[in-house]
């Protein structure tokens, strides 16, 4: 229902967006209707559990940033710095390391998926993609289960930001992203129509939308219509207001970093704040096959540095980070080895996720890799125990089973292993 990314089952696609399009120009804009638009987000932090995945697309190299090497042939340039938890980091990372007692880092986990896509579909979903099931994605999981704590949440429950997630797969179109830009501007919805004219040309659509409906063509058209209702519901919520990051002090602005990245983990911070229950901030250029250590000392470590360490202080200073779960993951790490380009390849054998807030213990490694940084050592962990390690600190049953539409029962987290150092 949220998605920009997803079209109901059976539906043509450019049908479905000109149908959008459509309701962009029925709906408008909601800074043109006039209203007051506040955020009363101080009702909104009554033990209501959220969680901010920030998403590094490519595989970033856990070996420059959370588990370093250093003076082994593989280790590379960068030097470890202390921090206020009880582990080290990358000397790229200073704002960070000052956050570390609000973090833990899982220098253990190990999977089998080294590709691209394959690998960004399993750390989404605890699953392996199968032509015969769509898994949904942790932010659908996580919506769907705490919306029973937002009986006044208008805007959607699973935001996308800076980039697209992984779909609602079985869960259903109510459970999809909702993708905006790192401002908050929604795609495809920037026209502006007085209130008056938004009124009539919603009677007209929903007249269409009737007549179509009362012909019998099955489901996709009641669900198209669900989701112009939705829409035009979002668009006139006075909870708007959490997307205009733009309203926010410059010093905040500059706090996070007046970049995608920076201004993406701001509004997810808004987002929290207005009671959604996930929100997904892209930061992409992780695919470092060559050149990578100038790369991210110039580049992606300073953004994600400023960015994630702002967004860790203000859930803290604002009382809530204690039901807020932080994780950063990529689809896979990179290998120890340096290449013949000066960058590293595809690893998924041995490689970091990190994980804080909502009860989740700071300030340690769990697990660990050897000292070449090829294996781990003991327990390996996957996405699916990441992912139901992530669940209980939302309070969310491990004990949640779904059917899926071929009527198959699925158990969340695909049945994952509670990571337990994780928790006191």
């Not at 509004?267 to 470092?288: K, Q, S, Y």
């Amino acid at each position: 229902m949220w998605s920009q990314f997803v079209t109901p089952a059976g539906m043509n696609r450019r049908h479905f967006m000109s149908h959008m399009a459509g309701a962009s120009a029925l709906l408008g804009s909601s800074l043109s209707l006039g209203h007051s638009l506040q955020v009363h987000a101080d009702t909104l932090k009554k033990n209501r559990k959220s969680c901010v995945l920030l998403w590094m697309g490519g595989g970033p190299s856990s070996m420059d940033i959370w588990d370093l090497k250093p003076g082994t042939d593989n280790g590379g340039p960068f030097k470890p710095i202390s921090t206020s938890g009880d582990v080290q980091i990358c000397e790229h990372m200073p704002l960070m390391a000052k956050q570390m007692h609000h973090m833990s880092i899982i220098r253990s986990m190990s999977t089998r998926e080294a590709d691209h896509n394959r690998g960004r579909y399993y750390m989404h979903t605890g699953y392996v993609p199968d032509a015969n099931v769509d898994y949904p994605s942790y932010g659908s999981v996580v919506a769907h289960e705490l919306m029973n704590q937002r009986s006044n949440l208008d805007i959607p429950p699973f935001v996308s930001v800076g980039g697209a997630s992984e779909g609602p797969g079985f869960l259903g179109m109510a459970w999809a992203p909702f993708g905006v830009s790192s401002n908050g501007r929604i795609r495809n919805m920037e026209m502006k129509v007085e209130q008056d004219r938004l009124a009539q040309r919603r009677i007209a659509l929903e007249t269409i939308e009737n007549s179509f409906i009362g012909q019998n063509r099955g489901n996709v058209l009641e669900d198209h219509r669900k989701v112009l209702e939705k829409t035009y519901s979002v668009l006139t919520s006075a909870q708007m207001d959490a997307f205009q990051v733009e309203k926010e002090p410059e010093a905040e602005k500059e706090k996070y970093g007046k970049n995608g990245f920076g201004q993406g983990c701001l509004l997810a911070r808004r987002l929290v704040e207005a009671g959604v229950p996930f929100v997904e901030v892209d930061l992409g250029g992780w695919d470092n096959h060559m050149d990578i250590f100038r790369t991210l000392s110039n580049d992606r470590l300073p953004t994600l540095d400023k960015a994630m360490a702002a967004l860790v202080s203000d859930l803290d200073q604002r009382g809530l980070l204690q039901d807020t779960a932080i994780v950063w993951m990529g689809e896979f790490g990179r290998t120890p080895r340096i290449n013949a380009d000066a960058g590293r390849d595809h690893w998924a054998r041995a490689w970091s996720v990190v994980v804080g807030g909502a009860g989740i213990k700071g300030g340690q490694a769990i697990g660990a890799t050897n000292e070449d940084g090829t294996q781990v050592e003991g327990d390996p962990y996957s996405s699916e125990d990441l992912m139901a390690s992530v669940c209980h600190a939302l309070g969310i049953s491990l004990e949640t089973t779904f059917t899926s539409k071929n009527g198959r029962p699925m158990k969340i987290a695909n049945s994952g292993k509670l990571i337990k150092g994780l928790f006191g």
